[in-house]
């Protein structure tokens, strides 16, 4: 990390310790997505409030999302010559500065702003983290702390709206952009005080030197292989996960059930995810990745498949509940992956262009869903995407193990791996 940012002394020499790491490591991502968390259910509101007519609000929800898909390659490159610590500063002064432009947006197209400087400001929080715990925790805890990090992501996104609303109540839906600003400053103050460790670079180099960055495209020529095998497989987890969005409310107002009756469900399914992200690290690291990897996909697949056969609201109840086991038991599969995949000179560049994988996924789930229930129906989208899922349970279980880390030589390394 950037050496001028460094309050306290650079740590290099000390041993690895989950303890000394928790705060630089966790912190700004709490605080990160408690604003994000605050946000995203009121973007569209906030658009309405402002004359958008319901179409249009909906737009504003997608550019958050476009944007972080687009700015993704970019952020990596970003985090790469900058640092870690000073990227996750400036992406927290983004989110101060997609809350205030957001909180006294005159009009859509200002508010638009807000919601394109949003998108990065999220990427920047992923792939520097990641980045950061690729480079400091030895590969046989790897798992456990992108977990983590993914479980902290999502405790994040269950406060958020839970602080926005009473502000929300009192100054109306563009009040969560109060959130976010508080959010933004927290984790650039949280990263910019608290201690992170120095990132060697070659050998002989001053502590601390940034080591030459390849261009982006030698770091995708190099390693286009994994790109292109374990990446499809990660692409598939991303769309099965973002079609759950889509599909189960379709089906179940499909079926009679109401808008109250869902969100309902939903929240227990956070519940049940918020449980089941340490579990999901501790498999990975003791069993191997795999042993997470092709479950998630085959959870979802078989539940994805069988939702059409769910008539009544209790069905429903355990596709969701499925599903959720499924999701939790996935969480910081993908960032696992990308990090043990990852080399150790441009390594935030390759994460951001395996986040790019992931998204489109992520971002094809409705475009793929619209597509197939506007030709047949949402059970049949349902069908489909469970069908893809489960050859994703394959192509995974062909390609993840040939990229596991040896976990008994990391865990027992001839010299500790510092950074």
């Known amino acids: 990390m950037s050496a001028k940012l460094a309050p306290m002394p650079a740590t290099a020499d000390l041993p690895f310790s989950w303890r000394r790491i928790a ?3 966790y912190g700004p991502s709490l605080v990160g997505s408690i604003g994000h968390g605050a946000i995203v259910p009121v973007v569209a509101l906030t658009a309405r ?5 319901v179409s249009v609000a909906a737009l504003f929800v997608s550019i958050v999302a476009v944007a972080e898909f687009v700015g993704s390659v970019p952020v990596g490159i970003f985090v790469d010559r900058v640092g870690e610590r000073t990227a996750l500063v400036i992406g927290g002064l983004l989110e101060v500065m997609a809350g205030l432009i957001g909180w006294f947006a005159p009009n859509l197209w200002v508010l638009a702003l807000a919601a394109v400087v949003m998108g990065p ?9 990641q980045s950061y715990l690729g480079h400091i925790v030895p590969a046989h805890q790897r798992a456990r702390a992108m977990s983590t990090l993914g ?8 406060i958020g709206p839970l602080a926005a609303a009473p502000l929300i109540a009192v100054h109306g839906a563009r009040a969560a952009f109060l959130v976010l600003i508080a959010g933004g400053l927290g984790a650039s103050a949280i990263t910019w005080w608290s201690m992170d460790l ?3 670079s070659a050998e002989g180099d001053h502590p601390g030197a940034r080591p030459v960055t390849p261009p982006l495209r030698e770091t995708v020529r190099r390693h286009a292989r994994v790109l292109l095998t374990l990446g499809l497989g990660i692409l598939v987890i991303g769309l099965a996960r973002a079609s759950r969005n889509v599909v189960v ?8 059930m109401t808008a109250s009756e869902v969100s309902v469900l939903f929240g227990l399914g956070m519940g049940i995810e918020m449980l089941l992200f340490y579990p999901a690290g501790w498999i990975m690291d ?4 795999v042993w997470v990897a092709v479950p998630v996909a085959l959870g979802f697949g078989v539940t994805l498949m069988a939702l059409p056969l769910a008539d009544t609201r209790g069905g429903v109840g355990v596709a969701v509940v499925a599903m959720s086991i499924a999701n939790g038991l996935g969480s910081g599969i993908v960032m696992t992956l990308g990090a043990d995949a990852a080399p150790p000179v441009g390594r935030a560049a390759f994460l951001g262009v ?23 129906s949402v059970g049949a989208a349902a069908v489909v995407v469970g069908v893809l899922s489960l050859l994703g349970a394959g192509w995974l279980a062909r390609w993840v193990p040939r990229y596991e880390p040896d976990r008994e030589r990391a865990a027992y390394p001839s010299t500790p791996r510092q950074t």
């Open 286 to 289: 003791r069993f191997g990745r």
């Open 121 to 129: 400001a999220g990427g920047i929080f992923i792939v520097a983290r």
């Open 198 to 200: 120095v990132v060697p």
């Open 354 to 376: 395996w986040r790019l994988i992931s998204l489109i996924g992520a971002n094809g789930a409705s475009v793929l869903v619209a597509a197939i229930a506007a030709i047949a």
């Open 151 to 158: 479980g902290v992501a999502r405790i994040g996104w269950f």
């Open 23 to 25: 705060l630089p490591a």
């Open 249 to 256: 409310p379709l089906w179940a107002d499909h079926i009679g």
């Open 49 to 53: 409030e402002l004359g958008a007519s």
